[in-house]
């Protein structure tokens, strides 16, 4: 039997199959929209908030074009990690365990990577809120840094996040209808706004901007694969527990396959509801930005980004605006990092307890799923992401360099849940060929910037060069 063969064949043998439960149906599905509003508010303080009106300020519309489809093809993407845990079960990480090849390579090539975003993530989301604090409060950016992540990571820590996610989600639904409405109050004329629909680069193009953007926008690597723990741990499709082994498909009869293609079409209605709402927001903070940022030369920087970004509804409403959008800025900051360190507790807890069960560890506490979050969440997540704000102390700069690595990471994530879906997955669950081909043009897509990144960080091209 060739390795193709043994990951389409992993079974559970030997117990009792649990059946998939029906979807929801109607109305019950709001619902189960939980995990993709905790996906899309994990990306709204980078991507959307700081990023998008730095980009605007910069170049104005003429990179709307690759904003649009970065979120498009995002959605493909999401959507396959997506039907990858509802189909078998199983997290994205347990999958890639399963690849053929050297005992967990995947696993070290996706944690690996991630270990320094995780830490810059923290860092730089704390940084970003804490200069807001300081225009409110007074203090040190510093000062309230530290204390932005130890209250957030005591929060995540002690089991507290559900309840400040739920408040958190109202508060993004607030925040997306501001920004919209203050756009469509300064919206340009149609003809400067579809010029940016031209794929077109700027003669003055600098990757260290347009990639962590990129990156960021919607999910990054790391949110994507955050996708796949939370809708398990709601419970759709498949993932009704803590499986271990795949689902097996020869024993599922007809009805029981249907109910799968249901709860698929609910994640993939959640999922666009994410995008949507996502999309809305960050074309309205491109408008605001190149409409009212880059006519003043204003860019959100380092420890300026909350007086900055203020300026966007306070030129619209006055004091009034400035103060509400820089409370927007400090409470999409804090409940970002809150969902980053939430996210890549699960994400490590299990990449942990995948690489010692591969070094023959069995049983006692560090293969304990609950005890290895909170070790992660103490250390990783809180004590690192301080030691590195106190070094570098620059939220723009170290969100930049994880925003980098998460676009370049995306095109990995993306050929490796493509490849397990088409052999892990029946032919009826599977991507049919335009869902195929589009996910596999979202990763050239990144894989694309990345690479121009990297010629321009070594020289070879220039910023014009692209």
């Known amino acids: 039997m060739n390795s193709d063969q043994k990951i389409r064949t992993t079974t559970l043998i030997d117990q009792p199959q649990v059946p998939v439960p029906p979807p929801p149906q109607g109305r019950d599905w709001l619902k189960w929209l939980g995990p993709s509003f905790l996906w899309m508010l994990s990306a709204a303080g980078s991507g959307e908030l700081l990023f998008t009106p730095r ?44 690849l053929p090849g050297p005992k967990n390579w995947a696993i070290w090539l996706i944690l690996v990577p991630q270990f320094v975003v995780a830490i810059t993530t923290v860092a730089g989301m704390a940084g970003a809120a804490a200069t807001a604090l300081i225009l409110m409060t007074g203090g040190t950016v510093q000062l309230w840094t530290v204390i932005i992540i130890v209250v957030t990571a005591a929060i995540v820590f002690l089991g507290q996040y559900d309840g400040v996610e739920k408040a958190s989600s109202y508060i993004g639904i607030g925040r997306t209808i501001a920004v919209v409405a203050a756009a469509v109050f ?45 809708i398990g741990a709601r419970g759709y499709g498949a993932a009704t527990n803590k499986r271990e082994e795949p689902i097996d498909f020869q024993q599922l009869d007809r009805d029981q396959r249907e109910r799968l293609q249901g709860w698929l079409s609910l994640m993939t209605f959640s999922n666009t509801l994410a995008v949507v709402g996502a999309l809305l927001a960050a074309l309205s903070f491109l408008i605001l930005g190149a409409e009212l940022l880059r006519p003043q030369g204003l860019v959100p920087q380092e420890n300026q980004i909350a007086e900055t970004l203020g300026s966007l509804l306070g030129d619209l409403w006055g004091p009034f605006g400035f103060w509400f959008m820089v409370a927007i800025v400090f409470i999409t900051f804090c409940s970002t990092t809150m969902s980053v360190q939430d996210g890549f507790g699960r994400m490590f807890a299990d990449g942990t307890q995948i690489l010692l069960q591969g070094f023959g560890v069995r049983g006692g506490r560090w293969t304990n799923e609950k005890f290895l979050r ?78 121009t990144y990297l010629l321009q960080l070594t020289g070879l091209i220039g910023s014009s060069g692209a």
């Open 55 to 98: 980009i605007a300020a910069l170049y104005g519309y003429t990179l709307l074009w690759a904003l649009l489809a970065a979120v498009v093809l995002k959605w493909f993407i999401n959507r396959e990690v997506g039907r990858f845990t509802v189909c078998t079960g199983l997290t994205i990480l347990e999958g890639f365990k399963r």
């Open 374 to 451: 909170k070790f992660y969440i103490a250390t990783l997540l809180a004590g690192l992401p301080i030691g590195v704000y106190l070094f570098f102390g620059k939220p723009v700069g170290l969100l930049q360099t994880a925003g980098a690595i998460e676009a370049s990471h995306i095109p990995v994530v993306t050929g490796l849940t493509l490849y397990l879906n088409h052999q892990m997955l029946p032919k009826k669950l599977q991507p049919d060929l335009l869902s195929f081909w589009a996910t596999a043009v979202a990763g050239l897509f990144f894989a694309g910037f990345a690479v």
């Open 186 to 230: 300064v919206f340009p004329n149609l003809g400067k706004l579809s010029g940016g629909l031209v794929p077109q680069i700027p003669p003055d193009i600098q990757y260290e901007e347009i990639l962590p953007w990129l990156g960021f926008m919607l999910a990054g690597a790391a949110g994507i694969m955050w996708y796949s723990y939370w």
